[in-house]
């Protein structure tokens, strides 16, 4: 079994609080040493049209502190592929009080909602992968860009058109579905309530098959109500330490519809332990290790994977987060042993082609 760890190296949406390398490239830099720590490497889901955009208004500082982080971190093993916010290219940056505000069209925060999806996920894909081919070459000359995930899980509506750009901009992986998930935001609606776990070709219903591109969801599960109580006492006694850094219009993200609704009952009627006790996450970095480990045990359990897909946010990094990190890559040793192997997406180009 192999463990992908990977992240949305991005800034967030709507806007910052602080300079952009506060945001992202401080926090990786400590990402990268719990890498060092833990001896597995990230591979980094590069918001890349932030970075042309950056570029394009002048403002070049961001995107060549960027360039220079990714190169180093593909030379200490890491990997880097293509992560599209597709509402970038029409994004205005407003300064405010010292803050940077991104004013944009909502309607063009999913690359399925354009008039003509097709034809905008093929520009905006190849835009992407050409400029994260650019920007690694010149560290590796082998580098390529082959996978492919959507921002903020947005790969409805029109998923059909944006796989078919993904295949035809020569991405071979998609790592876009988080199985169970239901986000209903601002900005987008996602519902992979009727998606797979495990790895498979994906056709265009988002249904495993024999013909697509390769799928390697973000793991998800049910958490025991065991792991839930641990957690929340371990909460109740450190007063569990806030993100670090903030931004504007957090995207909110639901569990699945059903579990919620279910969620919402017994907590009127039970109170909360028993809300926790049917509580389903996905594999996203928190501050609890055990959450985490429960999370990809029940992902383990149901779909028998040959690959667990974990995600982190650097801009959402903090000091307990990372001890987390590490603390879950040991226990995920002890508990799988030495036939888990931590990797990045681009080492399974030649296993999935
Ligand atoms: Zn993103």
Same mark, same amino acid.
């Given at each position: 079994?192999?463990?992908?760890?990977?992240?949305?190296?991005?800034?967030?949406?709507?806007?910052?609080?602080?300079?952009?390398?506060?945001?992202?490239?401080?926090? @990786?830099?400590?990402?990268?040493?719990?890498?060092?720590?833990?001896?597995?490497?990230?591979?980094?889901?590069?918001?890349?049209?932030?970075?042309?955009? $950056?570029?394009?208004?002048?403002?070049?500082?961001?995107?060549?502190?960027?360039?220079?982080?990714?190169?180093?971190?593909?030379?200490?093993?890491?990997?880097?592929?293509? /992560?599209? /916010?597709?509402?970038?290219?029409?994004?205005?940056?407003? &300064?405010? +009080? +010292?803050?940077?505000?991104?004013?944009?069209?909502?309607?063009?925060?999913?690359?399925?909602?354009?008039?003509?999806?097709? @034809?905008? &996920?093929?520009? #905006?894909?190849?835009?992407?992968?050409?400029?994260?081919?650019?920007?690694?070459?010149? @560290?590796?000359?082998?580098?390529?860009?082959?996978?492919?995930?959507?921002?903020?899980?947005?790969?409805?509506?029109?998923?059909?058109?944006?796989?078919?750009?993904?295949?035809?901009?020569?991405?071979?992986?998609? &790592?876009?579905?988080?199985? +169970?998930?239901?986000?209903?935001?601002?900005?987008?609606?996602?519902?992979?309530?009727?998606?797979?776990?495990?790895?498979?070709?994906?056709?265009?219903?988002?249904?495993?098959?024999?013909? +697509?591109?390769?799928?390697?969801?973000?793991?998800?599960?049910?958490?025991?109500?065991?792991? #839930?109580?641990?957690? $929340?006492?371990?909460?109740?006694?450190?007063?569990?330490?806030?993100?670090?850094?903030?931004?504007?219009?957090?995207?909110?993200?639901?569990?699945?519809?059903?579990?919620?609704?279910?969620?919402?009952?017994?907590?009127?009627?039970?109170?909360?332990?028993?809300?926790?006790?049917?509580?389903?996450?996905?594999?996203?970095?928190?501050?609890?290790?055990?959450?985490?480990?429960?999370?990809?045990?029940?992902?383990?359990?149901?779909?028998?994977?040959?690959?667990?897909?974990?995600?982190?946010? &650097?801009?959402?990094?903090?000091? @307990?987060?990372?001890?987390?990190?590490?603390?879950?890559?040991?226990?995920?040793?002890?508990?799988?042993?030495?036939?888990?192997?931590?990797?990045?997406?681009?080492?399974?180009?030649?296993?999935?082609?």
């Amino acid at each position: 079994m192999k463990l992908l760890y990977s992240n949305d190296y991005e800034l967030f949406l709507g806007g910052i609080t602080a300079h952009e390398n506060e945001v992202v490239i401080k926090p @990786t830099e400590e990402l990268l040493a719990a890498c060092e720590v833990m001896g597995a490497p990230m591979t980094f889901f590069v918001d890349v049209l932030s970075l042309i955009r $950056y570029r394009e208004l002048g403002k070049a500082d961001f995107p060549d502190a960027v360039s220079r982080q990714m190169c180093d971190a593909i030379s200490r093993g890491h990997d880097v592929q293509n /992560h599209i /916010h597709p509402h970038w290219p029409t994004t205005k940056l407003v &300064s405010k +009080g +010292g803050n940077t505000m991104y004013r944009f069209d909502e309607k063009s925060f999913v690359l399925g909602a354009a008039d003509d999806p097709y @034809t905008w &996920s093929v520009r #905006l894909l190849s835009e992407g992968r050409s400029y994260l081919e650019d920007m690694i070459r010149k @560290t590796d000359p082998a580098y390529a860009c082959r996978a492919y995930r959507a921002g903020g899980y947005g790969l409805q509506p029109n998923e059909r058109d944006v796989l078919r750009a993904a295949i035809d901009t020569g991405h071979l992986i998609d &790592s876009s579905i988080v199985p +169970g998930l239901v986000i209903d935001s601002s900005v987008h609606h996602v519902d992979f309530s009727g998606c797979a776990g495990g790895e498979y070709r994906l056709n265009e219903n988002l249904q495993p098959a024999s013909e +697509g591109i390769f799928e390697i969801p973000v793991a998800a599960g049910h958490i025991p109500g065991a792991a #839930l109580a641990g957690s $929340y006492l371990k909460r109740l006694a450190t007063r569990a330490s806030a993100t670090k850094y903030s931004g504007y219009g957090a995207v909110a993200v639901q569990q699945g519809k059903t579990q919620n609704s279910l969620v919402r009952h017994m907590t009127r009627l039970k109170g909360r332990v028993e809300r926790l006790a049917n509580a389903w996450g996905y594999l996203e970095l928190t501050d609890d290790a055990d959450i985490m480990v429960a999370i990809t045990k029940a992902y383990v359990e149901t779909y028998n994977p040959q690959y667990i897909c974990f995600s982190c946010h &650097s801009k959402s990094i903090n000091t @307990t987060k990372l001890k987390a990190l590490i603390e879950y890559h040991k226990k995920m040793k002890s508990i799988f042993g030495e036939e888990l192997e931590a990797t990045t997406f681009s080492a399974l180009y030649d296993e999935v082609t």
